[in-house]
């Protein structure tokens, strides 16, 4: 069954053909360097390009795949969360190419199409039932899973999500959008300082769920208190080196707080496999202190390829289809759902 999978919820303009086991390709065209002036994603702008792109994007994704759209038999599109104009372009494409050619479409959410994004990789695929950790731009969630869409929530963020978090502390530093990649690479270069550390904010020690603002504005505070005392002695600018160990013990606490609730969902659930996904889990550290974390309480983790972390069609054409086996269905009323949330399904 081939699925043609479409992506337009954010900064992304993608299409893809799948065929439930493997990917014939993945187009993605990104508007992320339109953004970067503003530092963050324009609404208005990300819409615009979507409009301009997607059909370039859809046509090389068939021609990549050497498939043509009669050969398509379903059509996955991402409905939400996202940007309502953003998500606009691919539904109205996805209604089009099934109403005109009699081909069934689906929405799909896109949480949960990066939660299950591992599954795309071509070896190594995870077995059930797992914890699930979602990470990216929007959201930061935990979920137990049982099977393909049969999943439950266990705790999510109460403010902002991690990787919204990256892309703060990088404004902050002047590092330019997106922060994500930019200071994993800069924290590389960077040590444990004694005179740096941030906050890192448990809810208590039960909780599963997250919050991220606590280390973003204590890394404001930090950084304006260094910009002030410059300023008085009449010297501009950070230093360098000083840059990378913020980015250095910024990532740290992040990720020692995504580490603990791993442990703590593990311990809650009884669970010893995890799975991750979203733009965050393409973090080199993140990937390294997972390893550690599975060494040292014999888990095992996976994470989805690198070229699936970031938003992609493929995911979506991915998870469409395995719902559509399992009897979901959309129809001409499917609408662009900016908050749709995950329900739990048992
Ligand atoms: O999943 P995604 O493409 O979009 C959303 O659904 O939000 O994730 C984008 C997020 C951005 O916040 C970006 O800064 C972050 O993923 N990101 C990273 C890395 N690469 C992307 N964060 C940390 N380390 C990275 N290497
Ligand atoms: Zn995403």
């Not at 089009?96 to 695929?125: C, M, Q, R, T, W």
């Not at 973003?216 to 990378?244: P, S």
Request: charged share 25%; glycine share 8%; net charge positive.
């Amino acid at each position: 069954m081939l699925t043609l999978g479409l992506e337009t919820s954010c900064d992304e303009t993608s299409a893809s053909v799948t065929d439930g086991r493997k990917v014939l390709s993945n187009i993605v065209s990104s508007s992320v360097h339109l953004h970067k002036r503003y530092g963050g994603v324009v609404p208005e702008i990300a819409s615009r390009f979507h409009v301009e792109y997607i059909i370039e994007v859809l046509s090389r994704s068939l021609k990549d795949s050497r498939k043509s759209l009669k050969d398509i038999r379903l059509i996955a599109v991402t409905n939400g969360p996202g940007l309502v104009g953003a998500l606009l372009t691919g539904i109205s494409l996805a209604k089009s190419i099934g109403y005109s050619l009699d081909k069934p479409f689906i929405g799909v959410n896109h949480i949960l199409a990066h939660l299950y994004s591992s599954f795309l990789n071509e070896d190594d695929k995870p077995d059930f039932p797992f914890i699930g950790l979602v990470v990216s731009g929007g959201h930061t969630a935990l979920f137990y899973c049982e099977a393909i869409g049969i999943q439950r929530l266990l705790g999510s963020t109460q403010d902002d999500a991690v990787g919204e978090a990256y892309d703060k502390v990088a404004k902050i530093l002047g590092l330019g959008y997106p922060g994500g990649p930019v200071i994993d690479q800069r924290a590389k270069r960077g040590h444990r300082n004694a005179a740096i550390s941030f906050p890192k904010s448990y809810l208590g020690k039960d909780s599963l769920d997250f919050s991220f603002s606590g280390v973003k504005t204590a890394v404001l505070y930090y950084v304006n208190n260094l910009r002030n005392a410059k300023y008085e002695r009449r010297t501009t600018g950070l230093r360098q080196a000083v840059i990378n160990d913020i980015c250095y013990a910024f990532q740290e606490a992040a990720l020692d707080v995504l580490v603990e609730k791993v442990i703590r969902a593990s311990e809650f659930t009884k669970s010893k496999r995890v799975v991750i996904g979203g733009g965050v889990a393409a973090n080199s550290r993140l990937r390294e202190r997972m390893v550690e974390l599975a060494v040292n309480s014999a888990m095992k983790i996976h994470f989805p390829e690198l070229k699936y972390c970031m938003d992609n069609a493929a995911m979506i054409g991915y998870l469409g289809e395995a719902l559509y086996k399992k009897g979901a269905r959309s129809d001409l009323y499917l609408s662009a759902e900016p908050n749709l949330e995950v329900v739990n399904v048992k």
